[in-house]
C-alpha cells in the first residue's frame, strides 16, 4: 500500500493542535461556545433522579436480602466456608 499526500495530513494536525494551544478570545470565544452543549436541570429534578436511584438500588438488594439467605451467608461466613469466585468478581466488575 503507498500512502500519498500525507503531508496535507500532517499539516492539518500540526495546525489543529497549534490552534489549541492558542488563547482564544473575542469572537473566536463566541463561536466556541456556540459549538457546545449545555444541559441544566432543576433542583426537583435533581432530586428525583436520586430518589429514584436510591429506591431501584434498594429494591435491588431487597429482593435477593431474604432473612434465610442472610443467616446462610452469615454461617458461612463465621464458619470460613463462605468463597467467592474470582471469576464471578471479574464478571461482575466487567458486567458480563
Given at each position: 500500500m503507498e500512502i500519498k499526500n500525507?503531508?496535507?495530513?500532517?499539516?492539518?494536525?500540526r495546525?489543529?493542535?497549534?490552534?489549541a494551544s492558542r488563547p482564544v478570545s473575542g469572537k473566536a470565544q463566541r463561536?466556541?461556545?456556540k459549538?457546545?452543549?449545555k444541559a441544566e436541570f432543576s433542583s426537583s429534578a435533581r432530586a428525583s433522579f436520586?430518589?429514584?436511584l436510591k429506591s431501584a438500588a434498594k429494591?435491588?438488594?431487597?429482593?435477593?436480602?431474604?432473612?434465610?439467605?442472610?443467616?446462610a451467608l452469615s454461617a458461612k461466613?463465621?464458619?470460613g466456608s463462605y468463597n467467592v469466585p474470582s471469576e464471578d468478581i471479574a464478571d461482575s466488575i466487567?458486567?458480563?
Open positions: 500525507y503531508t496535507n495530513a500532517l499539516n492539518a494536525y495546525y489543529a493542535s497549534e490552534s463561536d466556541k461556545r459549538n457546545t452543549d436520586s430518589d429514584s429494591a435491588a438488594a431487597d429482593s435477593s436480602a431474604s432473612p434465610e439467605r442472610l443467616a461466613i463465621a464458619d466487567l458486567g458480563l
